[in-house]
């Protein structure tokens, strides 16, 4: 893939998800971050696929960047990270595996159809593990507060 083609696919799903995130009405001081996150997400896809990774790690790695990102900002804007990952994800979508895996299903192409099925759970899934992997990350990294009661504390009370 050209540089050209891969900065400009980059900005297209800028501008797309920064559209969309105006239309389901994201606070108007987030949406160029949420823009932003898409385009991380996006090119990060791109970049994975360039090497000629499959769909699958594409989408994984799509996943993890755009919860890094997203993460960050949410801690930095103090806002929820689902404003901005929900958008980060969104181009990671296997929308064209589960249409494609209905038109076989449709046409009676029922091993095709079994083939998209499938690859659409596992990017699903390689995008799910991605988000857990971060926000777990981002949970251990979090220092409890002073005014935070730990489990152990709440566990021993109540023993005794």
């Known amino acids: 893939m ?3 083609e891969l900065w400009i696919q980059t900005a297209g799903a800028f ?4 559209g969309f995130s105006f239309i389901l009405d994201a606070p108007r001081r ?8 898409g385009a991380v997400g996006w090119l990060a896809y791109l970049l994975t696929q360039r090497g000629e990774h499959e769909v699958i790690m594409a ?4 996943s993890l960047a755009a919860s890094l990102f997203s993460h960050a900002i949410a801690r930095r804007l103090k806002a929820p990270v689902t404003v901005f990952l929900v958008c980060g994800i969104l181009p990671a979508v296997p929308g064209a595996s589960i249409y ?3 038109s076989c299903l449709i046409e009676g192409a029922r091993t095709l159809a079994s083939f998209y099925l499938m690859e659409t759970l596992q990017v699903a899934g390689a995008m799910a593990l991605a988000i857990f992997i971060v926000d777990s990350l981002f949970r ?3 220092k409890p507060g002073p005014g935070t009661i730990r489990r152990e504390e709440t566990d021993s009370s109540a023993h005794g």
Not at 15 to 18: G, M, N, P, S, V
Not at 30 to 37: D, E, I, K, M, V
Request: proline residues 0%; hydrophobic residues 65%.
């Open 15 to 18: 501008f797309a998800i920064l």
């Open 100 to 102: 494609r895996s209905v």
């Open 59 to 62: 989408a994984f790695i799509s």
């Open 2 to 4: 050209m540089e050209l």
């Open 140 to 142: 251990l990294a979090q």
């Open 30 to 37: 987030f949406l160029l971050y949420t823009g932003l996150s």
